[in-house]
């Protein structure tokens, strides 16, 4: 057997027999013979190729195989490899290299020093010394990815090592996939919560990602604490409609101490402390309050400003905690919900002024027409609070977003998320809303949701602006900054080139029209939708 019959046996083993990528001259030496039981998924750029990958993976919940264009076509997914890191997604992303017999001449499409490139956005980034050693970083690079913290890892393959003589079949591992808390740690943050008079829950991601849900309800009903959702989350990690949660905080220091005041112990788990962007002055903490973070990631946890750390999954950390509880559930006062739930700034009004919609009316008309049990993937920064102030997210896993704050995540993750969705036989519908300016960034995605006829809407809330960034423009005082207006753009001829069915509402009359004609419709469909152009405050 040779290196290549080897490593496609690993790989079936493991489970990773989907291969999404867009493939290259050092490449197709590592597709070739490509088995039967093997499935490619071709994206038409390699950012929407592991945003796909990224999708498909947290929506089926295990790694996924990425297969890249050496250093080009790793540098083109370099956007999205920065958003499945901070996403803990287990990616193993590979890019083929240059025949090694030419490899100190540096000849065209070398991948000078392969390890460097993906960094610091990897676990773990290798280039076998040699060919026969290749099965065996596979092995390695799928234990360092499911390992917690979970992420991304990345292996640099020649393209003349496929066809060399293997050593022997590979040796398969099974590897944990979370990571419980020190007993004794725990029982000290336990005996806090139970001598708290004011206790807050602060949940992150990862209670998403571990499927943790119900038990963090129990936690927060156990305590009887108010529960904030962390800033900037990318997944939920609380019914929006349970008497206890409150909403998102914000993402800038001041305000965000400004929301804790009033309590004398907050417990975050699964994120980090904080997610901080616009600069607010202010201290970390309101007075009299103390901090405990609970995160699976060492590093998180040593760069926290403030708090003391426990390194535990949030799913176990929360079942440790409900059981090492002593003090009977706290009565807590009537909580008032934010409006506007997980987004970090208040929602615009709800009427529009002219004749185009205003953005929560097209929400409020998109929640009242779509199925109860839709996926909803959302990349339009401007009208965040508008959406979540509409569309309460109200069950595990049904949404999705980028923990980067880079554009061009969404529109591609939507299709991973919905092939996703196929495979596992839930078959729900999945909506991704993606602005008209971040639509741009990973356009060539929805020609793979059109290849795979994917049961998937595309709303394009159209206001012709980068309207986020004029709200920055105004924090940061920097009026008549140029380049934040995208006129001319035709979102349903885009569609339709790319084999999608394309259309366009202006009334939430049509709208609601053409939510129900798409999901009587097999693939998947862009509806483009004017909106009020408005620009948001940001805290």
Same mark, same amino acid.
């Given at each position: 057997?040779?290196?290549?019959?080897?490593?496609?046996?690993?790989?079936?083993?493991? *489970?990773?027999?989907?291969?999404?990528?867009?493939?290259?001259?050092?490449?197709?030496?590592?597709?070739?013979?490509?088995?039967?039981?093997?499935?490619?998924?071709?994206?038409?750029?390699?950012?929407?190729?592991?945003?796909?990958?990224?999708?498909?993976?947290?929506?089926?919940?295990?790694?996924?195989?990425?297969?890249?264009?050496?250093?080009? +076509?790793?540098?083109?997914?370099?956007?999205?490899?920065?958003?499945?890191?901070?996403?803990?997604?287990?990616?193993?992303?590979?890019?083929?290299?240059?025949?090694?017999?030419?490899?100190?001449?540096?000849?065209?499409?070398?991948?000078?020093?392969?390890?460097?490139?993906?960094?610091?956005?990897?676990?773990?980034?290798?280039?076998?010394?040699? %060919?026969? &050693?290749?099965?065996?970083?596979?092995?390695? %690079?799928?234990?360092?990815?499911?390992?917690?913290?979970?992420?991304?890892?990345?292996?640099?393959?020649?393209? &003349?090592?496929?066809?060399?003589? %293997?050593? =022997? $079949?590979?040796?398969?591992?099974?590897?944990?996939?979370?990571?419980?808390?020190?007993?004794?740690?725990?029982?000290?943050?336990?005996?806090?919560? @139970?001598?708290?008079?004011? /206790?807050?829950?602060?949940?992150?991601?990862?209670?998403?990602?571990?499927?943790?849900?119900?038990?963090?309800?129990?936690?927060?009903?156990?305590?009887?604490?108010?529960?904030?959702?962390?800033?900037?989350?990318?997944?939920?990690?609380? /019914?929006?409609?349970?008497?206890?949660?409150?909403? +998102?905080?914000?993402?800038?220091?001041?305000?965000?101490?400004?929301?804790?005041?009033?309590?004398?112990?907050?417990?975050?788990?699964?994120?980090?402390?904080?997610?901080?962007?616009?600069?607010?002055? +202010?201290?970390? !903490?309101? &007075?009299?309050?103390?901090?405990?973070?609970?995160?699976?990631?060492?590093?998180?946890?040593?760069?926290? $400003?403030?708090?003391?750390?426990?390194?535990?999954?949030?799913?176990?950390?929360?079942?440790?905690?409900?059981?090492?509880?002593?003090?009977?559930?706290?009565?807590?006062? /009537?909580?008032?919900?934010?409006?506007?739930?997980?987004?970090?700034? $208040?929602?615009?009004?709800?009427?529009?002024?002219?004749?185009?919609?205003?953005?929560?009316?097209?929400?409020?008309?998109?929640?009242?027409?779509?199925?109860? &049990?839709?996926?909803?993937?959302?990349?339009?920064?401007?009208?965040?609070?508008?959406?979540?102030?509409?569309?309460?997210?109200?069950?595990?896993?049904?949404?999705?977003?980028?923990?980067? =704050?880079?554009?061009?995540?969404?529109?591609?993750?939507?299709?991973?998320?919905?092939?996703?969705?196929? @495979?596992?036989?839930?078959?729900?519908?999945?909506?991704?809303?993606?602005?008209? =300016?971040?639509?741009?960034?990973?356009?060539?995605?929805?020609?793979?949701? %059109?290849?795979?006829?994917? @049961?998937?809407?595309?709303?394009?809330?159209?206001?012709?602006?980068?309207?986020?960034?004029?709200?920055?423009?105004? !924090?940061?005082?920097? /009026?008549?900054?140029?380049?934040? @207006?995208?006129? =001319?753009?035709?979102?349903?001829?885009?569609?339709?080139?790319?084999?999608?069915?394309?259309?366009?509402?202006?009334?939430?009359?049509?709208?609601?029209?053409?939510?129900?004609?798409?999901?009587?419709?097999? *693939?998947?469909?862009?509806?483009?939708?004017?909106?009020?152009?408005?620009?948001?405050?940001?805290?």
């Amino acid at each position: 057997m040779n290196v290549r019959d080897v490593t496609h046996q690993l790989l079936r083993e493991l *489970g990773l027999t989907t291969v999404f990528g867009n493939p290259g001259s050092t490449e197709e030496t590592f597709l070739k013979n490509f088995p039967s039981d093997f499935r490619f998924v071709l994206a038409l750029q390699e950012a929407s190729a592991l945003a796909i990958a990224d999708g498909y993976s947290q929506g089926v919940r295990r790694p996924v195989l990425v297969n890249v264009h050496t250093a080009a +076509g790793l540098g083109n997914a370099m956007g999205n490899l920065i958003t499945a890191s901070m996403n803990r997604t287990p990616l193993i992303v590979t890019a083929g290299q240059q025949t090694r017999e030419m490899l100190l001449l540096e000849p065209w499409l070398t991948n000078v020093e392969p390890e460097l490139l993906p960094r610091p956005w990897v676990k773990w980034a290798y280039q076998p010394v040699r %060919a026969e &050693d290749v099965p065996a970083a596979f092995m390695r %690079a799928y234990a360092a990815a499911v390992q917690p913290p979970a992420g991304p890892v990345f292996l640099s393959l020649p393209l &003349d090592d496929w066809e060399k003589p %293997a050593i =022997g $079949p590979a040796v398969v591992r099974s590897c944990a996939g979370q990571v419980a808390a020190e007993p004794a740690r725990l029982r000290e943050f336990a005996s806090a919560i @139970d001598r708290s008079e004011r /206790p807050v829950l602060i949940y992150g991601a990862a209670v998403a990602r571990d499927q943790a849900w119900d038990v963090a309800v129990e936690l927060a009903e156990k305590v009887g604490a108010p529960v904030w959702a962390a800033p900037a989350s990318e997944r939920a990690p609380f /019914p929006e409609d349970h008497p206890l949660y409150v909403g +998102g905080l914000p993402f800038a220091t001041g305000p965000l101490a400004e929301r804790l005041r009033g309590h004398d112990l907050a417990v975050i788990i699964g994120a980090p402390v904080f997610r901080y962007y616009p600069y607010v002055p +202010g201290p970390y !903490l309101p &007075d009299g309050l103390r901090l405990l973070h609970i995160t699976d990631d060492p590093g998180e946890a040593a760069r926290a $400003p403030v708090g003391d750390s426990l390194v535990s999954s949030a799913g176990v950390a929360i079942e440790m905690l409900i059981g090492a509880l002593k003090r009977g559930r706290r009565e807590v006062e /009537p909580l008032t919900p934010q409006e506007h739930r997980m987004a970090p700034h $208040p929602p615009a009004p709800a009427t529009a002024h002219g004749d185009a919609m205003s953005a929560r009316q097209l929400f409020r008309t998109l929640r009242g027409a779509c199925a109860a &049990d839709t996926v909803v993937v959302e990349e339009s920064p401007s009208n965040l609070s508008d959406l979540h102030a509409e569309w309460p997210i109200t069950s595990p896993d049904s949404f999705y977003t980028f923990a980067s =704050g880079g554009l061009g995540w969404n529109l591609p993750a939507s299709v991973g998320i919905a092939l996703a969705e196929a @495979d596992t036989g839930r078959h729900r519908p999945v909506l991704a809303i993606v602005g008209d =300016g971040s639509f741009q960034y990973s356009v060539q995605s929805i020609w793979t949701a %059109a290849q795979h006829r994917l @049961d998937i809407l595309f709303v394009v809330p159209r206001n012709g602006e980068y309207a986020i960034l004029k709200s920055f423009a105004e !924090l940061e005082d920097t /009026p008549g900054v140029p380049g934040l @207006d995208v006129p =001319g753009i035709d979102f349903v001829a885009l569609a339709r080139a790319y084999g999608c069915h394309g259309v366009r509402a202006l009334t939430p009359e049509e709208v609601a029209a053409e939510v129900s004609a798409a999901r009587d419709r097999s *693939g998947p469909t862009l509806l483009e939708v004017p909106i009020t152009a408005a620009v948001p405050s940001l805290l």
